[in-house]
Each structure stands twice: as C-alpha cells, then as structure tokens.
C-alpha cells in the first residue's frame, strides 16, 4: 500500500472511531414480563409489597339507566381465552356491560380502586421503564376502540391507543409505549416506580350501535336493553428494569436511604 493510501486508511478509521455510538452498561436492558392483574383476586407485588384492587366502571353523559339497571356494569367473571386457561385453569377475566341512549363520542373508563377503606380510584405502580403494555380483550365485534392511560414520572398523563375491537372472540392487543415518555428520574435517591398505570378507557364510533339489542312486549314498550360486552383478561407489561451498577447504588433507592436514617433517628434519640 503506498503511503499517501495509509495515511488516507488511517484517516478514515480514525474518523470512524470517534463517531462510532459508544455503548455503556447504561445502555443495557433487562426485560422482564410483569402481570398487573389476573382479576382472580392474587396480589400484585412489588418491592415486597402486595397490592390488591377492585374494579370500577363510570359511563359519560348518555349512558343507559332503567328501572332494573345503570350501565355500566362491571364484575369479575370466570372465563378467559383458552391460551390463559390451559397455563391457570382458575384464572379469571374482568367482565363490563355497556350501553347509551345516543350514538355520539361515548366512553367508559374502566380503573382500579383500593380494596380497602373507601374504594377510592388509585392508580397501579410500574416498575422500571414500560415498554409494552399487553391484555387479552373480548369485545362484542363493534368498531369501538380501547385506550390506556399511564402516568409519567412528571404526573403528565399520557394516552397509549390499544387497538380497534370490531373483531371476533378473544385477541391479545399489545401497544409499545413510547420511548420518550419519562420512566424514572435521575435524580438520587430515586424510585424506580414512579409512573403508574391510571386506567383504561374504551370509545365508541359515533355511527356505530349504542348497544346489541332491544326487547319489546305485545304492545312495543321497550322491557329490556341487551348491553355490549366487553372482557378483560391478564393485564401485564413488559418493563426493561435494568439499573447501573456502581459503588453506592444501594443509596438510590428511597427504601435503603429511608430505613438508614430511621436508624440514626433511633441512635440519637437513644443517647
């Protein structure tokens, strides 16, 4: 190789070596697969601790109400898709009866509560950073629509779209969670599990039914509403949980540095 070619050769690698991504153990992933709920009434636990939820339903403005009954309905129910049921034979799904007197933008929100005290909305901790969130649903085959809602580590929430559900039968929708949603914050100590999941909220198509059907006596009085339904079975996300190792990481998190200074706490009161 002539000497004007190696200096070239040499100017080039150069070059390249310097605009080459550099890669740092900041930049590993470790992915793991987590299940907020099975709706079988197991705990969700995280950092030892156990969390248990109940289920609510709220309908906008046009949702129906009769004399027997006030849409939207919600209760667990003792089924699932059959790919879940060979794995947990006893696993359960949460069922949701919906109806509207008008067609237009309805909705129904669909949250978890506490199981304790006064059944107030709260909202489900996520740990690491979420990159997929994945449920199974069973819709009634109408073009409605199914979003989830999370919570950043900022208190914005953000709105991640699910999928259509004019479909038949169970399917497993899965939406990735975009990567510039703040997860966790950088500065120490620090929780890992900062954002939440809020709730989920199904639409409805402003040209599509308000409900399955109608049933009428001799004389065509309306005696009952034949609601949708809809089913929700295993809710769980794809997390990548992955932190830096490094001397004194064991101080970045708010339970390590909590438990270490209620240890100063007693030592002074005790002198």
Known sequence: MKTGSSKVFCLVLFVSLLTAPAFS???????????????????????????????????????????????????????????????????????????????????????????????????????????????????????????????????IVHEIPLGNLKYNGWKNLRANVPAGIPMVSNVMPRSTHVTTFVKFRLLTNPQERTYVDLKRDAAGKITQIVPFYLYISQLKVLADIYETVYDGDELAYPKNTEALWNNVGAANNNN
């Open 25 to 155: 153990d900041s930049e590993t992933i470790a992915y793991e697969s987590i299940i907020l709920d099975n709706f079988d009434g197991s705990p969700y636990t995280i950092d030892g601790e156990d969390y248990n939820y109940t289920w609510k339903a709220d309908g906008s403005k046009f949702s129906t109400k009769t004399d027997s009954q006030t849409f939207p309905i919600i209760s667990p129910v003792p089924t699932a898709p059959q790919a879940l049921l060979r794995q947990k034979p006893d696993i359960k799904s949460l069922g949701i009866q919906g109806a509207f007197d008008r067609h237009g933008y309805n909705w129904i929100d669909i949250y978890p509560t506490s199981s304790e005290g006064e059944g107030q909305p709260v909202e489900i901790p996520l740990n690491g950073r979420t990159r997929v969130i994945d449920l199974w649903v069973w819709g009634s085959n109408l073009n409605y629509s199914l979003n989830a809602y999370i919570r950043d580590n900022q208190g």
